[in-house]
């Protein structure tokens, strides 16, 4: 079947510019999990939902950063006022349910410029 | 906060030898543990998990054994070929914690013929 995919997979912005990110899960799963995975090292999360609310979203790193899954399937990230420090791989995750295996879409590559 | 800790790459091999990673970590509760895979190109792919103590987890002939006394999830592998050349990244999730992954930083294999 189908895995997690990402949309774009590159995304070039200048500073200041607003971006957004997509996320298509699996179909069914109800968990799904973003992440920020800069150059050498492992991803960190950034929030997490459960059906169509935000559960957890402690690790959105300030309020530039938003998410959302309006209908409980699709996720989109998006962010204001890039900065250059924001350039990294974000990475969406599904599961069927909290607490099982999650997986990995392929990741869009934003850089900003 | 939850954290892990594993080796510094990158680790160079010859096909055949015998690969450990080390990865140890720290949690407030009764955390899962996993292996991840990231091969050049790819993207991150569950390799193995162990849920609770002296559980070991197994795939593609690599064994890692959660060590509640030694808070470790060493990776091990008998005989590495060209292909296990990848990033293996060590993972944790607590039910508590909304079950989001803490990676550590990567451990970057290559194997050569």
């Known amino acids: 079947g189908a895995g997690v995919s990402q949309t774009p997979s590159n995304k070039v912005t200048e500073k200041g510019k607003y971006v957004e990110l997509r996320c298509d899960p699996i179909?069914?799963?109800?968990?799904l999990y973003w992440y920020r995975q800069s150059l050498g090292q492992g991803p960190e999360f950034l929030i997490y939902?459960?059906?169509?609310?935000?559960?957890?979203d402690s690790g959105l790193p300030n309020d530039r950063f938003f998410a959302v899954r309006p209908e409980g399937s699709v996720s989109t990230l998006k962010i204001q006022r890039t900065e250059r420090g924001d350039s990294a791989v974000y990475l969406c995750?599904?599961?069927?349910?909290?607490?099982?295996?999650?997986?990995f879409g392929p990741g869009t590559r934003l850089l900003v410029l | 906060g939850d954290s892990v800790t594993q080796m510094e790459g990158p680790v160079t091999l010859s096909e055949e030898a015998f690969l450990t990673i080390n990865c140890t970590y720290t949690a407030t509760g009764y955390p899962s543990l996993f292996w991840y895979v990231q091969y050049p190109g790819e993207g991150l792919q569950l390799l193995l998990k162990a849920t609770k103590a002296d559980d070991k987890g197994s795939n593609k002939g690599f064994e890692a054994t959660y060590r509640k006394e030694t808070t470790s999830f060493h990776l091990e592998k008998g005989s590495v070929q060209v292909s296990d050349s990848a990033v293996y990244f060590c993972?944790?999730?607590?039910?508590?914690?909304?079950?989001?992954?803490?990676f550590g930083g990567g451990t970057r294999v290559l194997v050569k013929p």
């Open positions: 179909s069914g799963h109800t968990a």
């Open positions: 939902f459960q059906g169509t609310g935000a559960a957890d």
């Open positions: 993972a944790l999730s607590e039910g508590a914690a909304g079950n989001k992954l803490t």
């Open positions: 995750a599904s599961s069927p349910n909290r607490g099982e295996t999650q997986y």
